[in-house]
């Protein structure tokens, strides 16, 4: 009787071991089904949503897209007057962002701006150059100096901080001017106290924007390295080179053109990075050349604007410190950039929220 028993026990456990072996088979072949089947669907709404199909012709009816905004003019009048009217609350967060980056030491230095400018006036010994020639080339040096940070006189801590508060003002912008288009009347400090939640989702966005540029910049460093070269003596060369650095261009114009447009939707409630830029390519598509075309109206006036403000600072400030020249100390020209660098951020936010507003206004799916 007892023999018996101990061989029923093991034959049990078998069953129970089998009927387990099964039930956990049977339930990851279901996770697996399910994933499968979530995949598939995403897949399927995704396709629903983009009409455009990789390596094959899309017809026009199938992607064409109103596009219901004011004009070039029409749309830059509007955004200038929402400046003007709210013009206290928006220029006291841009001269905040300002003041901040002159406490961190975040600005051109008087010290590479002299010696930029030693370097011009050797280059102009003699009168060789125009009296136009230095001063767009001073320009120039200040511009990407204050916009890359190569010129800064702080520490690469003090530089990340100097981001920072760049996208806070950004997000500020943002925040006030969403408050302002819903009928309140916010203070500065709500904008700057309010609008700091996002900071990490537009981080991430930011280092997107970068990686979508890198084609471009492989581009330049070929072009200038082939250049440098001797490569381009030869026509066939250099029309190859062209042709290439044109594609790689526009490839990172494409992407960077949506990236733009996340960073504003990034800014809503409990909003994930990767979730603004998938609502941001459904919102583009099929008129990402028109979206395209504003943008880069917004950094033409944007850059007439730096021209307009710097080159009478710089001919203020060399005439200035000729006739005087105690006063070499004086960091005008710096202090000028980063003025303009502040108000860059706030107006190339409120002109894309602007449009944002105005695209969501008229959106539509599809043909």
């Given at each position: 009787?007892?023999?018996?028993?101990?061989?029923?026990?093991?034959?049990?456990?078998?069953?129970?071991?089998?009927?387990?072996?099964?039930?956990?088979?049977?339930?990851?072949?279901?996770?697996?089904?399910?994933?499968?089947?979530?995949i598939?669907?995403?897949?399927?709404?995704?396709?629903?949503?983009?009409?455009?199909?990789?390596?094959?012709?899309?017809?026009?009816?199938?992607?064409?897209?109103?596009?219901?905004?004011?004009?070039?003019?029409?749309?830059?009048?509007?955004?200038?007057?929402?400046?003007?009217?709210?013009?206290r609350?928006?220029?006291?967060?841009?001269?905040?962002?300002?003041?901040?980056?002159?406490?961190?030491?975040?600005?051109?230095?008087?010290?590479?701006?002299?010696?930029?400018?030693?370097l011009?006036?050797?280059?102009?010994e003699?009168?060789?150059?125009?009296?136009?020639?230095?001063?767009?080339?001073?320009?120039?040096?200040?511009?990407?100096?204050?916009?890359?940070?190569?010129?800064?006189?702080?520490a690469s801590?003090?530089?990340?901080?100097?981001?920072?508060?760049?996208?806070?003002?950004?997000?500020?912008?943002?925040?006030?001017?969403r408050?302002?288009?819903?009928?309140?009347?916010?203070?500065?400090?709500?904008?700057?106290?309010?609008?700091?939640?996002?900071?990490?989702?537009?981080?991430?966005?930011?280092?997107?924007?970068l990686?979508?540029?890198?084609?471009?910049?492989?581009?330049?460093?070929?072009?200038?390295?082939?250049?440098?070269?001797?490569?381009?003596?030869?026509?066939?060369?250099?029309?190859?080179?062209g042709?290439?650095?044109?594609?790689?261009?526009t490839?990172?114009?494409?992407?960077?053109?949506?990236?733009?447009?996340?960073?504003?939707?990034?800014?809503?409630?409990?909003?994930?990075?990767f979730?603004?830029?998938?609502?941001?390519?459904?919102?583009?598509?099929?008129?990402?050349?028109?979206?395209?075309?504003?943008?880069?109206?917004?950094?033409?006036?944007?850059?007439?604007?730096?021209?307009?403000?710097?080159?009478?600072?710089?001919?203020?400030?060399?005439?200035?410190?000729?006739?005087?020249?105690?006063?070499?100390?004086?960091?005008?020209?710096?202090?000028?950039?980063?003025?303009?660098?502040?108000?860059?951020?706030?107006?190339?936010?409120?002109?894309?929220?602007?449009?944002?507003?105005?695209?969501?206004?008229?959106?539509?799916?599809?043909?």
């Amino acid at each position: 009787m007892n023999e018996s028993l101990d061989s029923v026990k093991p034959r049990r456990k078998c069953n129970i071991m089998t009927k387990k072996k099964e039930t956990s088979k049977k339930s990851a072949q279901n996770r697996v089904k399910k994933r499968v089947d979530a995949i598939n669907n995403r897949r399927q709404e995704f396709l629903s949503r983009r009409p455009h199909r990789s390596f094959r012709l899309t017809r026009r009816r199938d992607y064409k897209r109103s596009l219901k905004v004011p004009g070039y003019w029409a749309l830059t009048a509007q955004v200038g007057k929402l400046i003007l009217k709210h013009k206290r609350v928006l220029l006291t967060v841009a001269l905040l962002y300002a003041v901040l980056m002159v406490v961190l030491s975040s600005f051109v230095s008087q010290e590479t701006y002299s010696s930029l400018q030693d370097l011009v006036n050797e280059a102009n010994e003699g009168g060789a150059l125009e009296a136009i020639v230095p001063t767009a080339t001073l320009l120039w040096g200040v511009v990407t100096a204050q916009l890359s940070g190569s010129g800064y006189a702080s520490a690469s801590s003090q530089q990340a901080m100097s981001i920072f508060f760049g996208l806070m003002t950004w997000l500020s912008t943002i925040w006030l001017l969403r408050s302002i288009m819903a009928g309140k009347k916010p203070r500065a400090r709500d904008g700057i106290y309010s609008s700091g939640g996002p900071v990490v989702p537009l981080l991430v966005l930011c280092l997107v924007f970068l990686i979508q540029l890198i084609p471009a910049a492989i581009a330049v460093v070929a072009y200038n390295a082939a250049a440098t070269s001797g490569l381009f003596d030869q026509t066939a060369v250099l029309m190859l080179f062209g042709i290439a650095s044109i594609l790689l261009i526009t490839l990172s114009a494409y992407w960077v053109t949506s990236t733009l447009v996340a960073m504003v939707i990034v800014t809503l409630p409990g909003m994930y990075p990767f979730e603004a830029l998938r609502l941001a390519g459904d919102l583009t598509v099929g008129r990402r050349t028109r979206f395209l075309l504003r943008l880069l109206w917004m950094i033409v006036l944007i850059a007439l604007a730096w021209i307009v403000v710097l080159v009478p600072a710089i001919l203020i400030d060399g005439a200035l410190k000729s006739a005087i020249p105690v006063l070499d100390w004086l960091p005008l020209v710096p202090i000028t950039a980063l003025l303009l660098s502040s108000l860059t951020i706030v107006v190339a936010a409120s002109y894309v929220y602007v449009f944002y507003r105005k695209v969501v206004e008229d959106d539509s799916a599809p043909a």
